[in-house]
């Protein structure tokens, strides 16, 4: 998928790509993951909080592999 940034709708298309992945993955990775990527991410931007900074690394290490 192609996303012209600067468009109207970069966002939504942005997002719809990121939830179509986690959608397509939910069984590949953790539930954490997958929701983290449905409902703490917009366009590029991550916002969550984790417990632990060992959690936040793995956290960041699956969602690399979930978007690659």
């Known amino acids: 998928m192609t996303i012209i940034f ?6 939504r298309s942005a997002n719809s790509a990121l939830l179509r992945t986690a ?6 990775f953790d539930p954490v993951t997958i929701d983290t ?5 917009y ?5 969550k909080s984790v ?3 060992e959690s936040a690394i793995v ?3 699956n969602l690399i592999k979930l978007c690659a």
């Open 6 to 11: 600067g468009a109207a709708d970069s966002p």
């Open 23 to 28: 959608d397509g993955n939910e069984g590949s």
């Open 37 to 41: 990527l449905r409902h703490n991410v």
């Open 43 to 47: 366009v590029d931007d991550l916002l």
């Open 51 to 53: 417990p632990m900074p």
């Open 59 to 61: 956290l960041m290490k």
